[in-house]
């Protein structure tokens, strides 16, 4: 049950680049837009973050 995700993202994926290649005008593009995604997930997991195990409720340091 756990993998069920994979083995469906994973035959979808060729199509689903293809399609998402073709709407954006090419691969270039479609990478540069995943690139920007991939930054955008990095900045906010960046933000989200606790700074410490102090600020992390119920734990003692």
């Given amino acids: 049950m756990q993998r ?3 083995r ?4 979808l994926a060729p ?3 293809a399609a998402l290649a073709g709407l ?4 270039p593009t479609l990478f540069a837009v995943l ?4 930054g955008a ?3 906010l997991a960046l933000g989200t973050a606790p700074k ?3 600020e992390r409720p119920g734990l003692t340091p």
């Fill in 4 to 6: 069920a995700p994979a």
């Fill in 41 to 43: 997930s990095v900045l």
């Fill in 35 to 38: 690139a920007a995604l991939s």
């Fill in 15 to 17: 199509w689903a680049g």
């Fill in 52 to 54: 410490s195990v102090a």
């Fill in 24 to 27: 954006l005008g090419g691969y």
């Fill in 8 to 11: 469906i993202a994973a035959p």
